[in-house]
């Protein structure tokens, strides 16, 4: 059993360098060291507070999400009161990695650290290696070194696709890729490790706190542990209906609940519905419970058939809906209608077997959510039946063929009245709320202002991780790039040419630009509905009161 947190004023202040909001929900934690972030977050992932979600550490930040203001509040005073000289105190598996050394930038680590291509792969099998922090996507750890030989600058120019495997340096961490992505880091090797796998009990392989040794090898690469992990377990069975049959998915439908929260440690994102409130509206009026799986229909286009008698509610974005009758009437429906019907958007309606309803191109308005009473089935991933299109979690976007099982509705539920679903208007801007930082520091106050007055235009290469935006390039006050840290869901961010990225529900969990407002947490249901060509204009507001932070640090 791990003691009680450390609580000593004096020392808290020693360690901690500041603390800055991260819009209405979150907190992001400056510290002085590695040791002190790792002391933090093993202090808050051993003792919860109320209200905590996620806590995700990183280079010298540790960000702390919750689940209301409030707890945003209480989690900034209980961290100022910790010791976070306290050396962490966490659980570690010793997991050993067969290493193939043959990677693309051997030769030049080996120039990079003035040693030959042996005495890189003697440097880096000769040390254990500990798991600090998870990175940007599901299974990638951050791992830190006995020595500081082998630290290497990154990439000048990162590759579009490192493949999965792939055994990497890049500043003072190693690492490997669990699947193919875009990456700067230098690549050393290659392993048939499975760094994340949803079969295992702990999909994980390296889990922070963990120690990696890493041993080379001529042949095919594997992986033991040294300690038993378990084989996962499988989904539980349902009891379902014949459900539903997609014929057409449209541009993108996918399956969506209320996500996944509370796995950003192990670099997995919430997902879950980009427009929660329609989801909700959509599960209250078919009978469900506001959680169930629905699906989320990108700009209309999706058909579906359905297998057996249905209650369907469509809410969200404004479709027309259009239910037809089967092809050919089968046995006992000779009394049902024949005739085409219009049923209206956020109310409940029948779907008898074999009827069609094909949801139209929005008029407002961009995503609609299909609620199906009983809720969609299926197997579950971390808890969740949403499709996380960053990680690749959860099942695949929809495709034509595609049988949706459907879960036998909670006894006494029953379907509910009409609701209305607020859209934006596409001929004015769509005002949404931030809180400045954490990182405005690194803007002038004059650039702050522009980012805040000019109106910024939706742009087609938006999607579920964010909404990219075009208007006047923002310019930074600092040169220098900024160590990854955790971001949240509504985070705004600014790459170097200076266009805005509003995070979305599929956003990663760490980001090494810096964020320069955060949209509030009751605002980001209407970034959802917003398609291209549409504007946005942002206002600042102030996040509940927190603790004085200063304005800039050493660390930033």
């Not at 290659?190 to 090898?217: S, Y």
């Not at 840290?485 to 090494?512: I, N, W, Y």
Request: with cysteine; net charge negative.
């Amino acid at each position: 059993m791990s003691a009680q947190p450390h609580e000593t004023q004096t020392a808290a202040h020693a360690a901690l360098i500041g603390i800055r909001p991260a819009g209405d929900r979150a907190i992001l934690a400056e510290l002085p060291s590695l040791d002190a972030v790792l002391s933090l977050q093993a202090q808050l992932t051993a003792h919860p507070q109320p209200g905590q979600v996620d806590v995700i550490a990183a280079a010298c930040t540790v960000l702390i999400t919750t689940d209301s203001p409030r707890a945003a509040q209480a989690l900034a005073t209980h961290v100022r009161r910790l010791d976070l000289e306290a050396p962490a105190e966490t659980a570690s598996t010793l997991v050993t990695i067969d290493v193939v050394y043959d990677g693309e930038d051997l030769d030049e680590v080996a120039t990079l650290t003035g040693l030959d291509r042996g005495g890189v792969v003697a440097a880096h099998t000769g040390q254990l290696w500990t798991a600090a922090f998870a990175g940007f996507a599901p299974g990638f750890a951050y791992l830190t070194g006995q020595d500081s030989s082998l630290e290497v600058p990154r990439r000048r120019s990162p590759r579009t696709a490192v493949p999965a495997g792939a055994v990497a340096l890049g500043g003072a961490y190693s690492a490997v890729y669990p699947r193919q992505s875009p990456g700067g880091w230098q690549l050393i090797g290659r392993t048939d490790a499975a760094m994340w796998d949803l079969g295992r009990e702990g999909p994980a392989l390296v889990r922070p706190g963990d120690t990696v040794r890493f041993n080379a090898i001529r042949a095919q690469a594997t992986v033991t542990h040294h300690q038993q992990t378990g084989t996962g377990k499988a989904p539980s069975e349902e009891q379902a209906t014949e459900g539903l049959a997609v014929r057409k998915p449209g541009l993108q439908s996918t399956i969506q609940d209320l996500g996944r929260p509370g796995y950003a440690s192990l670099g997995v994102s919430s997902a879950g519905a980009m427009d929660r409130g329609a989801l909700r509206r959509a599960n209250r009026l078919v009978g469900n419970g506001e959680g169930d799986a629905g699906i989320e229909v990108l700009f209309g286009g999706l058909e579906l058939e359905a297998l057996s008698d249905q209650v369907l509610a469509v809410t969200g974005a404004a479709v027309p809906l259009e239910v037809t009758p089967p092809d050919e009437p089968r046995d006992g429906d000779e009394k049902r209608t024949t005739a085409v019907r219009h049923p209206a958007c956020d109310a409940p309606f029948a779907l008898l077997a074999g009827e069609r309803l094909t949801v139209g191109t929005p008029t407002a308005g961009l995503r609609s959510y299909v609620g199906v009473r009983g809720g969609l089935g299926g197997p579950e991933a971390l808890g969740s039946r949403s499709t996380d299109t960053m990680s690749g979690i959860g099942p695949e976007p929809l495709q034509a063929g595609t049988i949706l099982p459907v879960r036998t509705p909670a006894p006494g539920s029953i379907v509910g009245h009409p609701e209305v679903s607020p859209l934006p208007d596409r001929d004015e801007a769509t005002v949404l709320r931030v809180v400045p930082g954490p990182r405005q520091d690194w803007f002038s106050d004059e650039t702050l202002q522009d980012f805040l007055k000019q109106e910024w235009t939706v742009t087609p290469q938006s999607n579920r991780i964010g909404l990219r935006l075009n208007g006047h390039a923002l310019t930074r006050n600092r040169d220098g790039e900024l160590a990854s840290e955790g971001t949240v869901r509504g985070a705004v961010q600014v790459p170097p040419e200076g266009q805005p990225v509003l995070f979305l529900s599929d956003h990663p969990v760490t980001g090494g630009y810096p964020v320069i407002a955060v949209v509030v947490h009751a605002d980001l249901d209407k970034a959802a509905q917003l398609p291209p060509g549409t504007t946005v204009r942002f206002a600042s507001t102030l996040p509940a009161e927190l603790p004085e932070t200063p304005k800039e640090s050493s660390h930033a």
